[in-house]
């Protein structure tokens, strides 16, 4: 049974789909306006968990946008369209800055090992979806006009502040949040529709029953996830950034529209930080996955870094952090490839419901991955049993941890005869009977194996 922490309640709540034979999700995409740094792929990361942790049990389908027009350098429709700012920085069209860091971002996202959305959908390919939406917004008199756009009146809607909680928008409500333009009505209200600037042309504009203009971001997600996923959706993820303006827009403008509740979870996760604060892409300092491989980190050690922290909790990234999981992972490979075949019993199985249990809960990924260093050096699992499990283990965590290249010195065959010596030797030592500890590694180096004891158990190389 799944149990995911959901922001709308701020609780831990069982999970149950609206039909027990699928799972609908939608994520917040990347803006394609820039690359992705290893903040924003940390929430990849997590929304993957999810996603395989939920297809243990269901077929997924899983929507993800790209924001490729529409997305203004403050997430409160200030500002300028950040492909805008992207295509004059490189001095390339907007559109094609969007398919360059679109290609880059799935790159990224595949040297991670996040599993592909179901559904890929491009704002840009759905403006008719948005423009039929915010019609309908319009007819129920959810919105009016000031010179720059068609908006939402967020005072008309009196669950705005559900999501966040009365007190946070209370706080905005005395302007924190939003320089209030002089024909906004309440600092709140958001752009639904923009019209093209008049004294410039844009790159990405369309016609609209308002004038020229693009879609508001908050507006395109809502579109696209109710398009492809229905009314209702199961769960929403995002970053925690997204609480405040965006989802909160969305739920906003979606309830407003169907009348129906927009989504049942909504999972989100804390941010990766960097010692010196924010991490950020308008900011321009960022750290992103071709940094880490210039470094000499392969990206699935920063997955591995990623595993360590439980999602809702802010990770604090360093490079001395990216060198210990790097060590690890490399350790848990070389581990796993001396464990020869695998064997499914009762003993592994109950491994892998202990595993399972804890992604269960609320995605406890460090608890999972410290069931797998366990299992290591576990003396109730035979090898075999040990091999079985962490190979059902690596398809939660996507570690390769039986495929990738490990160094060469490490046997990776080990004759059965001497494995079932080493076994003996583990529970030996578990049962602290250091004499026959001893007996037992001069038998194998007897027969030309070296034994040594390390944090992650024994590894055997040969002499
Ligand atoms: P963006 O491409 O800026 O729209 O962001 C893509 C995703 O990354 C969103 O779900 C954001 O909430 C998330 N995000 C942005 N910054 C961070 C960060 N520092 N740590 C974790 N997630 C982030
Ligand atoms: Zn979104």
């Known amino acids: 049974m799944i149990h995911l922490y959901n922001t709308a309640s701020r609780r831990k709540e069982e999970f149950v789909p609206q039909h027990p034979s699928k799972v609908t999700m939608y994520c917040c995409g990347p803006t394609v306006y820039n690359f992705a740094h290893i903040g924003n792929l940390r929430t990849y990361i997590f929304e993957d968990l999810l996603s395989r942790t939920i297809r243990l049990h269901y077929p997924l389908t899983h929507v993800m946008n790209v924001t490729d027009v529409g997305h203004l350098v403050s997430d409160a429709d200030d ?230 922290a439980h999602y809702r909790t802010q990770l604090e990234f360093s490079y001395e952090s990216m060198d210990s999981a790097a060590k690890s992972l490399k350790n848990l490979r070389q581990a796993a490839q001396q464990l020869p075949s695998a064997q499914s019993t009762e003993k592994s199985q109950s491994w892998k419901d202990k595993f399972t249990a804890a992604m269960e809960d609320d995605l406890n990924a460090p608890k999972a991955l410290a069931l797998v260093w366990e299992a290591l050096r576990s003396a109730e699992l035979a090898v075999a049993e040990k091999r079985d499990f962490l190979q059902f283990a690596d398809t939660i965590l996507a570690l390769d941890l039986f495929t990738a290249p490990v160094e060469k010195n490490v046997t990776t065959e080990i004759p059965a005869a001497l494995q079932a010596l080493l076994t003996e030797r583990a529970a030996a030592r578990k049962a602290k009977d250091w004499k026959k500890s001893d007996e037992l590694r001069d038998a194998l180096l007897q027969a030309g194996y070296v034994v040594k004891d390390t944090p992650q158990g024994q590894q055997i190389e040969k002499k």
């Open 79 to 308: 500002g300028e369209d950040k492909m805008e700012v992207g295509a004059a920085r490189e001095g390339k069209s907007a559109w094609d800055i969007a398919k360059f860091y679109e290609e880059k971002f799935w790159q990224d996202y595949d040297a991670l090992h996040c599993t592909r959305p179901t559904v890929i959908s491009r704002a840009t390919a759905h403006i008719p979806e948005m423009i039929a939406l915010v019609k309908t917004l319009e007819e129920k008199g959810y919105t009016y006009r000031t010179s720059d756009g068609i908006y939402y009146d967020t005072s008309k809607f009196d669950r705005y502040d559900a999501l966040v909680g009365h007190a946070r928008i209370s706080g905005l409500q005395g302007g924190a949040r939003v320089e209030m333009s002089d024909e906004k009505r309440n600092p709140t209200d958001f752009a639904l529709w923009k019209f093209s600037p008049k004294d410039k042309k844009r790159q990405m504009e369309w016609d609209s029953p308002w004038g020229v203009g693009f879609p508001g971001w908050h507006i395109e997600c809502s579109a696209m996830a109710m398009k492809y996923l229905g009314h209702t959706l199961d769960i929403h993820c995002g970053g925690i950034d997204h609480v405040t303006i965006h989802h909160t827009n969305e739920i906003a403008q979606s309830e407003a529209a169907t009348g129906q509740k927009y989504v049942n979870y909504w999972v989100h996760g804390e941010f990766l930080i960097l010692r010196s604060g924010k991490m950020s892409k308008s900011g321009g300092t960022f750290v992103t996955v071709d940094v880490l491989k210039e470094k000499g980190y392969e990206p699935l050690a920063y997955r591995y870094l990623c595993l360590g």
